[in-house]
């Protein structure tokens, strides 16, 4: 997919299930590539995902699936073709979504955007 301006993100807090965790590694990413990339990739289009796992800090969530958006269509998409696999609450329990717009405040102000960044 090409670069594209990502107007709306959402961290997806998910918890692994036993299920899940019963597979073996090699298991779980045949899993994920034969049952769950296809779907996302027929059903939505200008969408592209970060992972991260947090089971090492978090008891509430094992992992956070970061998803940048075009358009809140395009993430709406996203989350339908989840719903229609076995990744939303056969293998991970969906704990939370979290959606917003990047410096969304700076934007509707026309303001510039605070950072923290240091060198």
């Known amino acids: ?3 594209f301006e990502a ?9 692994t299930t036993p299920e899940w965790l019963r597979l073996t590694v090699e298991e779980r990413v045949a899993a994920f590539e034969n049952e769950v990339v296809p779907v996302i990739k027929s ?11 947090t ?14 958006a075009r358009d809140h269509e395009s ?4 989350v339908e073709a989840l ?8 293998y991970f329990e969906v704990v939370e979504l979290l959606v917003g717009v990047e410096n969304g ?3 509707n102000y026309g303001t510039r955007a ?3 960044i240091s060198a």
């Open 105 to 107: 405040y700076a934007r």
């Open 1 to 3: 997919m090409s670069e």
């Open 114 to 116: 605070p950072t923290s």
């Open 55 to 68: 089971e090492f800090y978090s008891a509430r969530a094992t992992d956070v699936w970061m998803w940048e």
């Open 43 to 53: 059903k939505a289009r200008g969408v592209r995902s970060r992972f991260f796992d």
């Open 75 to 78: 993430y709406q998409l996203v």
């Open 83 to 90: 719903r229609e696999t076995p990744f939303w609450d056969k």
């Open 7 to 15: 107007n709306v993100t959402a961290f997806m807090l998910v918890k």
